[in-house]
């Protein structure tokens, strides 16, 4: 049976730590494996703030960068993989719903990181195809720009070489007429006088 509480419940139960939640691009999830006996026979919460001690030192050193310095303390701090949320008992750190609901909303970042630069790459894969296709089709018009141009040269040497040749032409039949013509009046000057 579903015990049903009031928005305002919930959230006491979260800030109390008798539930636990995450959030989730924008709304609170909550966890139902915790049952109503959780609810009714809270953990106790700790009473102390953590001291020095009880966290792993971060060290950065010229050599080291703080990424790393960082990823090295909390590998020491939390072992097993990043993406996994770890028992509190064993990991000597008090118990706190707040530093459960923190790992678990880092992993979740990082998970959600990974998936941003999945999408990143798949992007930048897609556009470098696309500005392939682009480029090779952009190489295709301009080699069938090259073949126009090189027939309408070859077309225009053509009609450029046929005037030429007319115009030859033309001459030769000028120079023939004026040579006929003269022949002509030669000849029939001489007998008319």
Same mark, same amino acid.
């Given at each position: 049976?579903?015990?049903?509480?009031?928005?305002?419940?919930?959230?006491?139960?979260?800030?109390?730590?008798?539930?636990?939640?995450? &959030?989730?691009?924008?709304?609170?999830?909550?966890?139902?494996? =915790?049952?109503?006996?959780? =609810?009714?026979?809270?953990?106790?919460?700790? %009473?102390?703030?953590?001291?020095?001690?009880?966290?792993?030192?971060?060290?950065?050193?010229?050599? &080291?960068?703080?990424? #790393?310095?960082?990823?090295?303390?909390?590998?020491?701090?939390?072992?097993? &993989?990043?993406?996994?949320?770890?028992?509190?008992?064993?990991?000597?750190?008090?118990?706190? $719903?707040?530093?459960?609901?923190?790992? #678990?909303?880092?992993?979740?970042?990082?998970?959600?990181?990974?998936? =941003? !630069?999945?999408?990143?790459?798949?992007?930048? &894969?897609? !556009?470098?195809?696309? $500005?392939?296709?682009?480029?090779?089709?952009?190489?295709?018009?301009?080699?069938?720009?090259?073949?126009?141009?090189?027939?309408?040269?070859?077309?225009?040497?053509?009609? #450029?070489?046929?005037?030429?040749? !007319?115009?030859?032409?033309?001459?030769?039949?000028? =120079?023939?007429?004026? %040579?006929?013509?003269?022949? !002509?009046?030669?000849?029939?000057?001489?007998?008319?006088?």
């Amino acid at each position: 049976r579903r015990q049903h509480l009031s928005q305002d419940e919930v959230w006491n139960l979260l800030r109390r730590g008798q539930l636990v939640g995450r &959030t989730s691009r924008g709304k609170v999830l909550v966890y139902e494996s =915790i049952g109503a006996a959780a =609810i009714a026979n809270p953990a106790p919460t700790p %009473t102390r703030q953590p001291s020095e001690g009880d966290l792993p030192p971060l060290e950065f050193g010229a050599t &080291t960068p703080p990424s #790393d310095a960082l990823q090295g303390a909390t590998s020491a701090g939390f072992p097993g &993989t990043p993406n996994a949320i770890v028992s509190l008992e064993d990991s000597g750190l008090p118990q706190s $719903t707040e530093l459960a609901l923190l790992l #678990d909303h880092l992993s979740l970042a990082k998970e959600e990181n990974r998936e =941003i !630069l999945r999408l990143t790459q798949d992007t930048l &894969t897609k !556009l470098s195809a696309m $500005t392939d296709a682009v480029v090779q089709m952009k190489d295709e018009v301009i080699k069938s720009k090259d073949v126009q141009l090189a027939a309408l040269r070859e077309a225009l040497e053509h009609k #450029d070489r046929t005037m030429a040749q !007319l115009l030859q032409e033309k001459e030769d039949l000028e =120079i023939l007429n004026r %040579t006929l013509g003269t022949a !002509l009046g030669n000849a029939a000057g001489p007998g008319q006088e």
